[in-house]
């Protein structure tokens, strides 16, 4: 790009640097990601996180909710409570309405 055209036609010099811009972030990707799928990232629930997990389930609330609630799978919540022992009641409560 020649430096003075730039000031006499700014829209076209943002069209190329946008165009070099994308280019730049197509190649740094690895050859098996296609771009159109970000993965999942991994959520790790701590132990105060657990332990509020199972409180919350004794005191009533369901997988579904506690998955919402926590932002991770329903399969993590119940992994959590059988790993703490804690017996499941099967979770099928009818909707509650306010």
């Known amino acids: 790009m020649h430096p003075l ?4 036609n ?13 280019d730049a972030q197509g190649s740094s990707r690895s050859a098996g990601e296609s771009g159109t799928k970000q993965r999942q990232v991994q959520k790790r629930l701590g132990e105060t996180a657990v332990a509020s997990l199972i409180q919350l389930y ?3 609330e369901t997988t579904y909710d506690l998955a919402r609630r926590f ?11 059988e790993k703490a022992g804690i017996r499941r009641r099967g979770d099928h ?3 509650r309405h306010c």
């Open 93 to 95: 409560q009818p909707e």
């Open 58 to 60: 004794r005191e009533g």
């Open 71 to 81: 932002e991770v799978h329903r399969s993590t919540v119940v992994r959590h409570l």
């Open 10 to 22: 700014r829209k076209r010099a943002t069209n190329e640097n946008r165009a070099l811009l994308a």
């Open 5 to 8: 055209r730039n000031y006499s």
